[in-house]
């Protein structure tokens, strides 16, 4: 499975875009992209998938080039709850397993 | 709709002794079932994964073991814990709508002393 690289921590303020990119030099053509968030003492939790392109929801968006090496988490206008860790996860669902890396850390201040 | 939940959800014990933490998932049926563990201030990783009843894969531990007697039940045990078993450990169920999207339990966490 393909390794995952992500800067270890993130400062932004309030109200900005925050953009957090993720290192997946080895990624097989079958593997799809997925960023989770993590609060203190709760379990992660799902914010969007990817194969390509572009895909856009109601809390982000996520930017994936045309050779998928990387890929990048856009947070639209943060707020201070907004504070978390993230984690880019790339597998191949069907293998049943899914790795997480060290993910980073985002600091949203006033 | 499903939900997952996981207990206790805080433990203290002393090294040497057994560790028993349960899962039960609710709303689905022959889910695929992991457990994680989180060191403080670390990433998560995963120590084994279950594709149906009787059927486990271990990742990592070698003093943990995983068993599912039951289709929506996942349990994860020790028979004599170490202090670097402390963590943040947590349960979780792969949806079935074909995105792979992980659902999580509420964390059980576990001190070992």
């Known amino acids: 499975l393909a390794k995952t690289t992500q800067p270890i921590s993130m400062d932004s303020y309030e109200g900005q875009e925050v953009n957090i990119t993720c290192s997946h030099n080895?990624?097989?053509?079958?593997?799809?992209i997925t960023w989770y968030q993590q609060f203190p003492s709760q379990g992660p939790r799902f914010i969007i998938q990817g194969y390509k392109t572009k895909v856009t929801n109601e809390v982000a968006s996520l930017f994936i080039p045309a050779d998928r090496k990387s890929s990048t988490l856009s947070l639209p206008r943060v707020s201070l709850s907004d504070t978390a860790v993230y984690y880019c996860?790339?597998?191949?669902?069907?293998?049943?397993?899914?790795?997480f890396g060290s993910g980073t850390k985002l600091n949203v201040k006033p | 709709s499903q939900t997952i939940h996981q207990w206790p959800a805080t433990l203290v014990q002393p090294v040497g002794s057994p560790l028993s933490l349960e899962c039960t998932v609710e709303g689905t049926s022959n889910p695929n079932l992991y457990w994680y563990r989180q060191a403080a201030g670390r990433g998560l990783q995963l120590l084994f994964y279950s594709v149906g009843i009787g059927q486990i894969s271990s990742e990592v531990p070698q003093n943990l073991s995983a068993s599912r007697p039951q289709d929506r039940q996942f349990i994860l045990s020790s028979k004599k814990l170490l202090l670097s078993d402390s963590g943040f450990y947590l349960c979780a169920w792969v949806g079935g709508s074909g995105t792979g999207e992980l659902f999580f339990g509420e964390g059980s966490r576990l001190t070992v002393l």
């Open positions: 996860l790339v597998g191949l669902y069907n293998f049943n397993k899914f790795y």
């Open positions: 080895n990624i097989a053509t079958n593997d799809y």
